[in-house]
C-alpha cells in the first residue's frame, strides 16, 4: 500500500509516474532504510521539509545500488503527484538550492517541453555550487546551471532514463516559443558600445599630440630661419680657425723634420769626432756622447707630446 500511487495520479506520458524510474532502482529505493523511515506517509506540505534537509544529489551508488535521498524524494514526488504550482514554487525558490534542484529534476521528468524551456532556461542564471554523489559514492561539485543544462541535454540524469523532448528550433519555427534571450547578449552589446567609446577617446587623444607636434615643428622651423645668420657666422669662425690651425701644424712638421735631420747629422759626425779623439786617448768624449743623448731624448719627448697634442685635435675636429 505504502509503495502504490495515489488514485488521483493521472498517467505521465501515457504510464503510471512511477514507472519512469527503472525497476531495479525502483525495488532498491523501496527497500531503502530512508525511504521506510523518511518517506511514510509524505504529503505535499511535509515533503518540503524534507527538501530542506537534504545536502547534495545524486543517482545510485556503491556495490549494491543504493539509492541517494535525492532519488528517494524524486520517487516519492512521482508518487503522490503534487500540484504544478508547488513544483513552480520548488523552483522559484532561492535560498535553499537544493529544493530548487528537485524540482527541476521532476518537472524534467514529468513536464511538457514548453514548460521545461519555460521554467529551467531562467535557472541558467544561477551559479551556485552543488554537491553531487557519483556511483562510487564520492562527492564531487557541479554547478547549477550545469546541471539545468545536462537535464535539457542529456538522455540520463542521476541514473534515470529521461523522457524524450522537441528541440527548441522547431517550437520556435512552429511559433510556440518565442527565440532565447541570453543575459549574456546584454552584457555582449554592453561591452562593445564600451569598447566604440573607447576607441574614439583614442582617436581624439592621439588626434591632439600630432597638432601639438605640428605647432611645435613650425616655431621650430621659425626659430630656425632666425638664428640662421648667427650660426653661419659661427661656422665661418670654427673653420677660419681650423684652417689657421692646419697651416700651423704643417709649419710645425716642416720644421720639427728639418730639426730631425740637423740632430741626426749632428749625432754622426761627433761620433766620428769622438772615435778620432778615442784612437788619440782624448778624455772628452764620455761628455760629448751623454750631451748627445740627453739632447736626443729631449727632442725625442717633444715629439711624442706634440704627436698627442695632435691627435687631440683631430679629434675635436672630428667632433665638430
Given at each position: 500500500m505504502?509503495?502504490?500511487?495515489?488514485?488521483?495520479a493521472?498517467?505521465?506520458?501515457?504510464?503510471?509516474?512511477?514507472?519512469?524510474?527503472?525497476?531495479?532502482?525502483?525495488?532498491?529505493?523501496?527497500?531503502s532504510?530512508?525511504?521506510?523511515?523518511?518517506?511514510?506517509?509524505?504529503?505535499?506540505?511535509?515533503?518540503?521539509?524534507?527538501?530542506?534537509?537534504?545536502?547534495?544529489?545524486?543517482g545510485?551508488?556503491?556495490?549494491?545500488?543504493?539509492?541517494?535521498?535525492?532519488?528517494?524524494?524524486?520517487?516519492?514526488?512521482?508518487?503522490?503527484?503534487?500540484?504544478?504550482?508547488?513544483?513552480?514554487?520548488?523552483?522559484?525558490n532561492?535560498?535553499?538550492?537544493?529544493?530548487?534542484?528537485?524540482?527541476?529534476?521532476?518537472?524534467?521528468?514529468?513536464?511538457?517541453?514548453?514548460?521545461?524551456?519555460?521554467?529551467?532556461?531562467?535557472?541558467?542564471?544561477?551559479?551556485?555550487?552543488?554537491?553531487?554523489?557519483?556511483?562510487?559514492g564520492?562527492?564531487?561539485?557541479?554547478?547549477?546551471?550545469?546541471?539545468?543544462?545536462?537535464?535539457?541535454?542529456?538522455?540520463?540524469?542521476?541514473?534515470?532514463?529521461?523522457?524524450?523532448?522537441?528541440?527548441?528550433?522547431?517550437?520556435?519555427?512552429?511559433?510556440?516559443?518565442?527565440?532565447?534571450?541570453?543575459?549574456?547578449?546584454?552584457?555582449?552589446?554592453?561591452?562593445?558600445v564600451?569598447?566604440?567609446?573607447a576607441?574614439?577617446?583614442?582617436?581624439e587623444?592621439?588626434?591632439?599630440?600630432?597638432?601639438?607636434?605640428?605647432?611645435?615643428?613650425?616655431?621650430?622651423?621659425?626659430?630656425?630661419?632666425?638664428?640662421?645668420?648667427?650660426?653661419?657666422g659661427?661656422?665661418?669662425?670654427?673653420?677660419?680657425?681650423?684652417?689657421?690651425?692646419?697651416?700651423?701644424?704643417?709649419?710645425?712638421?716642416?720644421?720639427?723634420?728639418?730639426?730631425?735631420?740637423?740632430?741626426?747629422?749632428?749625432?754622426?759626425?761627433?761620433?766620428?769626432?769622438?772615435?778620432?779623439?778615442e784612437?788619440?786617448?782624448?778624455?772628452?768624449?764620455?761628455?760629448?756622447?751623454?750631451?748627445?743623448?740627453?739632447?736626443?731624448?729631449?727632442?725625442?719627448?717633444?715629439?711624442?707630446?706634440?704627436?698627442?697634442?695632435?691627435?687631440?685635435?683631430?679629434?675635436?675636429?672630428?667632433?665638430?
Amino acid at each position: 500500500m505504502a509503495n502504490r500511487t495515489v488514485k488521483e495520479a493521472k498517467n505521465i506520458h501515457g504510464t503510471n509516474p512511477q514507472y519512469l524510474v527503472e525497476k531495479i532502482i525502483r525495488s532498491r529505493i523501496y527497500d531503502s532504510k530512508y525511504w521506510k523511515e523518511q518517506c511514510f506517509a509524505l504529503t505535499a506540505e511535509l515533503l518540503v521539509d524534507k527538501a530542506m534537509e537534504l545536502r547534495f544529489i545524486g543517482g545510485v551508488y556503491g556495490g549494491n545500488i543504493k539509492p541517494t535521498q535525492f532519488l528517494c524524494l524524486t520517487l516519492k514526488m512521482l508518487q503522490i503527484q503534487p500540484e504544478k504550482d508547488i513544483v513552480v514554487e520548488f523552483i522559484k525558490n532561492e535560498e535553499f538550492k537544493y529544493v530548487r534542484a528537485l524540482g527541476a529534476f521532476y518537472l524534467r521528468l514529468t513536464g511538457s517541453a514548453l514548460d521545461c524551456y519555460k521554467y529551467l532556461e531562467p535557472l541558467y542564471n544561477d551559479n551556485r555550487k552543488l554537491r553531487r554523489q557519483n556511483r562510487a559514492g564520492q562527492y564531487e561539485i557541479v554547478h547549477m546551471d550545469d546541471f539545468i543544462d545536462e537535464l535539457l541535454r542529456s538522455d540520463r540524469v542521476c541514473d534515470i532514463i529521461l523522457p524524450r523532448i522537441q528541440k527548441r528550433t522547431v517550437l520556435e519555427e512552429n511559433n510556440e516559443l518565442e527565440p532565447k534571450i541570453s543575459s549574456l547578449d546584454e552584457d555582449l552589446d554592453d561591452d562593445v558600445v564600451s569598447d566604440e567609446e573607447a576607441g574614439a577617446d583614442r582617436n581624439e587623444e592621439t588626434k591632439k599630440p600630432s597638432l601639438l607636434s605640428k605647432k611645435r615643428s613650425r616655431r621650430g622651423h621659425s626659430r630656425s630661419r632666425s638664428r640662421s645668420p648667427i650660426g653661419s657666422g659661427l661656422r665661418e669662425q670654427r673653420t677660419g680657425r681650423t684652417r689657421d690651425y692646419d697651416t700651423q701644424l704643417e709649419d710645425y712638421s716642416r720644421q720639427r723634420d728639418r730639426d730631425r735631420e740637423r740632430d741626426r747629422f749632428g749625432v754622426s759626425s761627433s761620433s766620428t769626432s769622438n772615435r778620432h779623439w778615442e784612437d788619440r786617448g782624448g778624455s772628452g768624449t764620455n761628455y760629448r756622447r751623454d750631451e748627445y743623448r740627453d739632447d736626443y731624448r729631449r727632442e725625442d719627448y717633444k715629439d711624442r707630446r706634440y704627436d698627442n697634442r695632435d691627435s687631440r685635435n683631430e679629434r675635436d675636429r672630428r667632433r665638430h
